[in-house]
């Protein structure tokens, strides 16, 4: 007679994935990429705010009576603002000033290199600038843009459409 069970449950080992070599210490913390892009955030409010407030849209952005025109040209004259500050940077090193100021960069996944300058513009940060001027779509693409940092690859959806991740310099 033998010893196996024809009505015995079967079995199998169960492990957990083991995080990705690349990956393992390389990747940018949380901590280091919110203070980055909080610099970013400063950085691009002291040469953007005075353009909105000499503009005049100012009072209507106050009051909360933008038109989609205005949601238009904030979003051009921002863009255009975010490149004059970091497109040398992005271009030839891969980081923002706040991403120098922390010690990170953007590379791409698969090879680990400097994304080219269009795919930083237009995948990595135009989807943003795109979505942005969408009323109702905006606030629901930045919640889910920012949510997805606590992946465990902590790559955001402007890093999954680039294929790109940030890592430290």
């Not at 492990?15 to 892009?37: F, H, K, V």
């Not at 300058?117 to 606030?139: D, H």
Request: hydrophobic share 50%; glycine share 10%; net charge positive.
């Amino acid at each position: 007679m033998s010893d196996r069970n024809p009505y015995a449950p079967p079995k199998a080992e169960v492990r957990d994935a083991p995080p990705l070599a690349a990956d393992a210490g390389n990747l940018a913390s949380r901590e280091l990429r919110l203070i980055g892009s909080i610099v970013d955030g400063v950085a691009n409010a002291i040469v953007f705010g005075p353009v909105i407030v000499f503009s005049g849209i100012w009072p209507r952005l106050r009051a909360g009576q933008l038109s989609f025109g205005d949601t238009v040209l904030i979003a051009l004259v921002g863009m255009a603002a975010f490149l004059l500050l970091n497109g040398y940077l992005l271009a030839t090193a891969g980081q923002t000033i706040g991403k120098r100021v922390v010690g990170t960069r953007i590379v791409n996944v698969s090879d680990e290199e400097i994304p080219r300058f269009l795919t930083l513009v237009g995948a990595r940060y135009g989807s943003g600038w795109l979505l942005g001027v969408i009323p109702g779509v905006n606030n629901f693409y930045w919640l889910v843009d920012v949510l997805l940092i606590f992946r465990s690859d902590r790559r955001c959806v402007h890093d999954l459409l680039a294929g790109t991740k940030v890592i430290n310099a």
